[in-house]
């Protein structure tokens, strides 16, 4: 009995190991909606080499709009210096689903937004609660994540940001 204890948990650290080795997880192909109401699969998100920042969030979510919000007085700036995109998946259900452009469209955001009313690429991604940041290095490989905001969470995004922009690992 020992044994096979032994055997599985040598197979478990190589499993780990060949999954770190890979990369990480790329980003699930899940079917959600535009803003304008047409399909679009995730797997669609690209960037051409550049970093993608994911961020799962919610109208009625105060951090998450505090987090997209501040990113936004600055985002122009970090485009122009590492490329990187930003898309803002909103999680609010189909009873909610129609306070996500207009709160968008307040706040004249540069991001693509995105919604998911059947809460499926956020399953895919498994997030529990929002707001939740993923970064995605230049292969598409999913390399950070962090799950709620506070003030400042923003600046130690943009140093990953930068430094994947870089060319250089995170890990």
Not at 42 to 63: E, H
Not at 94 to 108: E, I, L, T
Not at 147 to 171: C, F, R
Request: overall charge negative; some cysteine; glycine content about 6%.
């Amino acid at each position: 009995m020992r044994q096979v204890f032994t055997l599985l948990a040598i197979a478990l650290m190589i499993a780990t190991t060949l999954q770190a080795q890979d990369g990480g997880r790329k980003i699930p192909a899940v079917e959600i909606k535009a803003m304008n109401g047409a399909s679009f699969n995730t797997s669609s998100i690209q960037n051409d080499g550049n970093p993608i920042i994911i961020s799962f969030w919610a109208t009625w979510c105060s951090p998450c709009k505090r987090e997209l919000n501040t990113i936004a007085e600055e985002y122009v700036d970090w485009q122009d210096e590492t490329g990187v995109k930003l898309v803002a998946i909103s999680i609010d259900d189909a009873r909610n689903m129609h306070k996500v452009k207009p709160y968008v469209d307040g706040q004249s955001w540069e991001y693509d937004v995105y919604l998911d009313p059947n809460a499926d690429f956020k399953r895919a991604m498994n997030v529990n609660n929002v707001p939740h940041t993923f970064l995605i290095d230049g292969d598409g490989n999913i390399v950070w994540q962090h799950n709620s905001y506070q003030p400042g969470d923003e600046h130690e995004l943009y140093e990953l940001v930068e430094k994947l922009a870089a060319g250089e690992s995170i890990n």
